[in-house]
């Protein structure tokens, strides 16, 4: 699968939650109704359509995990929330799923995380468990209103998983750059290119590679990830080695980057760490706040 083509405009402009909404990963949000927390009758097929504030104003809810897979295991899921046609994470929320065929799903506090991002635009982060694959029905209870939306879960993970092996191949260097040109879409660009993954990986030396192409990133959070990396790593550098990976290999943004290929991502950004020997310790993506980071890199050097 390949990242949905078109330019939405460099990081420093914020797209319209409907923006967002064009990726292919994204939940559809729905249905209306006044709530109270407990489990929630989800009985046939999420309706067209968004629920409504005090004010008339339509919330709908923006799913941001691009890649959630059948597992026993809980996985990240995040989210965030538009009222109309702005970003509006700010006030508490629950979420619940339903797996196919099931008709009630029974909500869960999420952490409402805004450090690092752009303003108004937090994130909503739960470890939440999809044992099947298949649609899961699915709920977001906030400021009073129940907010339907469905989630698709694969069978089998795109990207690579926590646990196993780091691909090994090359990516774009100044003295080699894959016929990627620019090999950073930052302005100006970041000092994450030196060293290429195919040196590093599996050398004994850990590593953090972020994924993410600033100018023509889809949901628009590539920008601020890259650089809540860059204002931490200072405190790593001595035990890591930080790899940033542009996503295109132009600024059309019409081809994908041989790394990006390599590693099959489905999306943008992401932040995956590796330990000395080339296992995958620890990966993110979609929106990531600070603290996030923070604790990817601190388990890392644990």
């Known amino acids: 699968m390949t990242l949905p083509g078109g330019r939405p405009g460099p990081d420093g402009e914020s797209p319209s939650p409907a923006q967002v909404s064009r990726r292919a990963f994204l939940g559809r949000a729905a249905g209306a109704a006044g709530v109270t927390a407990g489990a929630w009758l989800l009985a046939g097929a999420v ?8 004010k008339g104003a339509p919330l709908s809810v923006l799913v941001l995990s691009s890649d959630l897979a059948a597992s026993p295991d809980p996985q990240r899921f995040v989210f965030a929330i538009a009222r109309g046609a702005k970003y509006d994470s700010t006030a508490p929320a629950q979420v619940g799923f339903a797996a196919p065929g099931a008709t009630r799903a029974t909500v869960a506090p999420t952490q409402l995380l805004k450090e690092g ?55 774009p260097t100044p003295a080699a750059p894959l016929g990627v040109d620019p090999i950073c879409t930052r302005t100006p660009p970041c000092p994450l290119h030196t060293a290429s993954l195919s040196d590093l990986v599996g050398s004994g030396r850990k590593v953090a590679v972020i994924f993410a192409t600033p100018a023509l ?49 489905p999306s943008e950004p992401w932040i995956y760490t590796i330990d000395g020997d080339g296992t995958i310790v620890g ?20």
Not at 239 to 258: C, E, M, Q, W
């Open 47 to 54: 309706p067209v359509g968004a629920a409504l504030d005090a």
């Open 283 to 302: 990966r993110l993506d979609g929106a990531i706040s600070k603290p996030e980071i923070t604790a990817l890199l601190d388990h890392l050097v644990a």
């Open 117 to 171: 991002l752009p303003r108004g635009r937090g994130i909503y982060v739960i470890e939440a468990t999809f044992p099947t694959t298949g649609v899961y029905q699915s709920v977001v209870v906030t400021r009073g209103k129940r907010i339907p939306f469905s989630v698709q879960v694969k069978s089998v993970a795109e990207a690579p998983r926590i646990g196993t092996a780091a691909p090994r191949a090359p990516s």
């Open 217 to 265: 990133c889809q949901s628009q959070y590539c920008g601020p990830v890259l650089d809540e990396v860059l204002s931490v790593m200072g405190k790593y550098q001595d035990r890591v080695s930080f790899v940033h990976v542009d996503i295109y290999t132009s600024n059309k943004g019409a081809t994908l980057s041989p790394t990006v290929q390599a590693w099959g991502l």
